[in-house]
């Protein structure tokens, strides 16, 4: 009987896992979204596990607070991603610009890094600031940039960056080129959300205006009905 909270657990936690970090055994295929987000079904498993392992009424209501308490955890730490990978969005074009005209002038690009992170708030500054600790301790480039490259924003700058070092290619151009490439992503990203509001926008306008709609249009033509009758 202990088995099943136990296997319920373990199934929260393998929904946890990022499906990118799974053992693939075949190619990606295009799937159905799941109705499910993985965190709901994380927090459903956790409060089941839960509702198992205790039983009784008070096993119920431990349940329903654990299933409760791990969505909220879910959802507060997605926001703080959210709100992260929004940041670094906002910061990287200028900052890759900045590392850009600090080579262009003449600094090594470790320097050239520091100069960037110190100029730079939160989150970029942290990011560069490991990588060049990395770099002071001996890492290999690829261990020096992994945290770039493994960034879903900051990837095209870990490329650039490593490709450079390895094969002592030219790199201020290379960084204009992807900061330009990035705001123009950013650009379209923002045009799309402004669409997606456009368009969520169209149910509650309705809504506004039919009132107004009852109004004019049907308590009219009731009312001539009701008077036709009398």
């Known amino acids: 009987?202990?088995?099943?909270p136990?296997?319920?657990?373990?199934?929260?936690?393998?929904?946890?896992v990022p499906p990118g970090s799974r053992l693939r055994v075949a190619?990606?295929?295009?799937k159905a979204p799941s109705r499910l987000h993985a965190q709901d079904g994380a927090?459903?498993?956790a409060g089941l596990g839960t509702a198992v392992l205790f039983g009784g009424w008070f096993g119920l209501l431990a349940g329903i607070a654990v299933g409760v308490g791990a969505r909220a955890l879910f959802t507060r730490l997605a926001a703080d991603d959210s709100a992260r990978r929004e940041a670094l969005a906002r910061q990287a074009p200028d900052a890759v610009d900045c590392l850009a005209s600090c080579l262009f002038a003449g600094a090594p690009l470790w320097t050239a890094i520091a100069v960037v992170a110190d100029?730079?708030?939160?989150?970029?500054a942290g990011v560069l600031g490991r990588?060049?600790?990395?770099?002071?301790m001996g890492a290999?480039?690829?261990?020096?940039?992994?945290?770039?490259?493994?960034?879903?924003v900051l990837a095209p700058v870990g490329r650039v960056l490593l490709r450079s070092v390895e094969s002592g290619g030219a790199l201020t151009r290379s960084?204009?080129?992807c900061a330009e490439q990035m705001r123009y992503e950013r650009a379209g990203e923002l045009e799309r959300r402004a669409r997606a509001v456009g368009v969520k926008a169209v149910a509650p306008l309705g809504l506004c205006f039919l009132p107004a709609f009852v109004l004019l249009a049907v308590v009219p033509i009731i009312g001539s009905m009701v008077q036709s009758l009398f």
């Open 131 to 136: 990588c060049a600790g990395r770099h002071a």
């Open 119 to 124: 100029a730079f708030g939160e989150p970029i």
């Open 175 to 177: 960084l204009v080129a």
């Open 43 to 45: 927090a459903l498993v």
């Open 1 to 4: 009987m202990r088995l099943l």
């Open 27 to 30: 190619p990606d295929v295009p």
């Open 140 to 152: 290999t480039h690829a261990d020096t940039f992994a945290e770039l490259l493994e960034d879903a």
């Open 6 to 16: 136990l296997m319920l657990l373990a199934l929260g936690m393998w929904l946890l």
